[in-house]
Every structure is written in structure tokens, then in C-alpha cells.
């Protein structure tokens, strides 16, 4: 049997008939578009349900197709006939479970019923016939809501260059739920101070504060989560509470709640990440700069189904009907009392150590800690202050002045390089830097001569800036430059200042000009 058309070509295939068009014509035009048999069929059972382009005008779509195509319409067989509403509703007032709705009442009463699949699908057939869901049209207000979320991808880019292996950045994803403008950043975790600090810096981006953050159920935003009583993270509502926002996090497994930053995720993740992933950055100040860029120009480009782009969008809806930010930016210190080693100037905190000056060796300090620094306190008063360490490699953060004398002359052989011995020659005068730079340039591996490097520059220390200054240009004169010749000059030169008579200047008259003529 030939196929059925929908109700609509039926009746345009009708009409067109009426209109004198063939059949040929009919089947082929755009508005029909069937076989050649499939027309043929259809205007026999029109002919003889007596059914014309005017008369079908006055059916409904299932009237017409009933009375075209009966035996889509027989009736059901009877095992099949259920009330599916008031299966539903015993559901909801029992409590009880489908299956056992099933087994205990609906077979009791049809014993040849339907099968529990088959039941289970009529009433799911029912719900979304009577309920459907539909995507209910969210009408947003302009600087109301900043939604945030982690992307799910992390990506390994950020070079660890002593361990030889790649560090993964987890990027934090902010967005405004009107203009849909995007902030992005990447820290080496997903604790609570990179949570902390990413909304902060989320907000100064975006230059004004919105009325409500919508977050994720993540632990460092929700401490527990609850339909309708969720326990905030205490940390994110003091945050919350210095900027005056309120918190309305997205319920659990509910995604559509925050659909703004979910969009927002997935654009990220799909226009920037393939070009980050071609670069190699070295620290996640570097990564971020490069990830800003790009979010920008992300922000930049016009919308596909409304006009503007992020940006303007921003500048001319959102941002007006924002407040601004507060004076200070919300910083939440992490205190606790810590201990100086007895033999050291560090005090230990989150894997790290950070230095003190060497006096406090074995005293207690307060320490403070934020997401970007390390406060260390003794009476009362700062005795330090680091920037925080989250690179892997790197267990000791040292101030060079907390060092004792020993380890600070340790810590300039240490990290002497190339440049820095230039630069310290240049301070002696120019023959010594030009004896240094003829050293340096004699070998491909530099370090192989720092330490005579070292020696001649410390012979100034011994003897005097000028002694060496000397001694260098009478090496660059007669072509030699090492360690051992420029240390002969200056003690030749010394030896022969301390040979030379004191009388010996030709101003001076001596005891025998007052005994001539005598």
C-alpha cells in the first residue's frame, strides 16, 4: 500500500486539483512532493468518502485523516484501554511505586493488562501529552545575575621547566546573565582561595557589581546543598557580604539554572582552548594575560541571532543598571601561629617555607596568608611579606636580606649569571669590564669561568676599586686576562708602593740643604 500524506498536502493536493492541475504536476510540485501512486491512491479514497477541496475545509485534521485512513483510528485493543490520569494521580496520593502500582492494583484489576513496560510508557506517553516540558522563556534583568562555574577540561600548559612536566591550569568562567560577557581565568587548583580570588577578579573586570551570584554546588561555594535551604560556603559569604551580593546557587543536577555560564563554558572551551593549547606558557601570570586576550576578543565578536556583541551589550545595558565597586577589594587572610625553625629562618605553610629574618630563629610568628600573599608578623610588628608560591618545584621562598651574612655571600655565588657579572665589572670601571666580557666570550658554557669571574671581581674587596682598575688595564694592554695575572699586577703594584721611600719626591729639600755653607 502506498504511503499516507499529512493533512496539510492532502489538502493542497486537493485544491490544486480543483485548480485543473494534473497529476503529474501535483506530484511534483514543491507544495505536495509525493509518487505518482501515492496521489493516485489518495484521490481514490477521496472519491469515494466523498470528500472535496471545500468540504475539507470544515473537518478537523483528524476527521479528515479518520475517515481517509480508518484504520489508523480502530479502536484500541481492550487490554490496552487504561485511564492513564487517574493511574497518575494514585501514584502521586499513594506513594506507592509504578511497579508496585502495577502489580498490586492494575493487574488485580486487568488481569490481562498491559506489560509493566508498556503501562510505564503509556502513562510517560500521558504525562507529556497533558504536561509537556517545554523550556520555560526566562525573562532576564539587565546587571541582575553573574553566574560562575570550572570548566571541565584542564589543560596541561603551564611548563614546570626544573621538573621537565606540564602543570594543568583549571580555568574559572564568570558571565553576566544579560549580555552573556565572559571572564575567564586559570589557577593551579580549585581550592577556596582560587575561588575566592576569581569572583574578586571577576568583579573588577567587569568594572561594577551585579545584584546576585549564581554559582555551581561546589564545595568552596555550597557547604551543603538544599532545595531550598543550601549551606554557604562561610569563606564565599563573607565575600558575599563584602560586596553585598546574595547567593543563589543552581540546584544539584539542574544545569538549565545556570544555562548563561554553561553556554559560556562550552564557547571557551571550543574557540579559546585549541589555540592555547598550541603555546607553552612558563607561570600562570603569563597564561593569563594570553587567556584574557582572547576572552576579549571572544567578547568583541557580534552576536548571530541579535544585534551587538557582548561588549556593547555591557556598555550599554548591563553596566548602567549596576553598582559600583566598593573601595577596597575583599581580602580574607587564612591566620594561624607558626613556629621558626631552630635551625633556620623559615617558617613552614601550605608545602611551602617562607623566610623570616635569620634573628628569629626559633621564635613564633603570626602568619597571615591570602591567595596572593604571605604576611609574617613578630611583636606586632611585619617582619615579612612574600608574594605566595604555588609552583610545584619550588619548596623555599627566601628574601635575600633575612639571610646571615654566610649564606647571603652563598646566595651571590649562587645565582650570579653572565649579565650580573658585567654589570658588576661596569661599576669598577671599564678595563675590568672589558676583561670580564673577554672571559665570558672565551667559552659557549659560561658557568665555567663565574668563579674567576668572582675572584677578580672580590680582589677589589682585598685591595681597592682603582688597584683593580689598574691592574686590568695593563692586562687588556699586554692581551692576558685571568684570575692569577691580574691578582700578580695588583700585588706587584703593591709591594711597590710599599718599597718607595717616603723623602723620595723631588719637592722635598732634605737635611743637608740646611747644612750647606757651614
Known sequence: MARSLHVMRIREALRLREAGHSNVQIASSRTVGCARSTLVELFHRCDNAG????????????????????????????????????????????????MALWQDEYLVANPEGLSYKRFCTRLKQYQEKTNPKLDYPKQRKAGEVMESDWCGEKLAIVYDHDRGSFQEAHILV??????????????????????????????????????????DNTKTAIKKSNRYEPEKNPVFSRWAEHYNLAIIPARAYKPKDKDRVEDAVGWVEQSVFPTLKEQVFFNFDELNIVLLEKVEKLNEEPYQQRPGSRSQIYQHVDR??????????????????????????????????????????????????????????????????????????????TDP????????????????????????????????????????????IQEQVYDSCMGILRLADRHSQIQLEAACRRACQQGIGGYRQIKAFIE???????????????????GQYYTQGR
Open 401 to 444: 636580606s633575612h639571610m646571615p651574612p654566610r649564606h647571603l655571600a652563598q646566595y651571590d655565588t649562587d645565582t650570579m649569571t653572565g649579565p650580573k657579572y658585567l654589570d658588576w665589572a661596569a661599576r669598577v670601571g671599564p678595563s675590568t669590564k672589558k676583561v670580564i666580557a673577554t672571559l665570558l666570550a672565551r667559552y659557549e
Open 320 to 397: 548602567p543598571a549596576m553598582r559600583p565597586l566598593p573601595a577596597h577589594a575583599f581580602q580574607n587572610p587564612e591566620i594561624r601561629w607558626a613556629k621558626v625553625s631552630k635551625n633556620g629562618y623559615h617558617v613552614q605553610f601550605d608545602g611551602r617555607y617562607y623566610s623570616v629574618p635569620f634573628q628569629l630563629a626559633g621564635k613564633e610568628v603570626l602568619l597571615s596568608a591570602t591567595s596572593t600573599t604571605v604576611e609574617l608578623v613578630y611583636d606586632n610588628k611585619r617582619v615579612a611579606l612574600h608574594r605566595r608560591c604555588y609552583a610545584i618545584n619550588q619548596r623555599f621562598v
Open 174 to 215: 564568570t558571565t553576566l546573565g544579560f549580555s552573556q560577557k565572559i571572564f575567564a581565568r586559570a589557577y593551579p587548583n580549585e581550592k577556596q582561595a582560587a575561588w575566592i580570588d576569581g569572583h574578586t577578579k571577576a568583579l573588577e573586570y567587569y568594572g561594577a557589581l551585579p545584584r546576585i551570584v549564581k554559582p
Open 492 to 510: 706587584e703594584d703593591t709591594r711597590t708602593k710599599e718599597e718607595r721611600p717616603a723623602n723620595c719626591h723631588a719637592s722635598l729639600r732634605g
Open 51 to 98: 470528500i472535496t477541496y471545500g468540504n475539507s475545509q470544515d473537518m478537523s485534521d483528524g476527521e479528515l485523516e479518520s475517515l481517509l485512513y480508518p484504520r489508523k483510528h480502530l479502536a484500541r485493543h481492550p487490554k490496552q484501554e487504561i485511564n492513564e490520569g487517574h493511574w497518575l494521580r494514585w501514584e502521586a496520593e499513594s506513594g506507592k511505586t509504578r
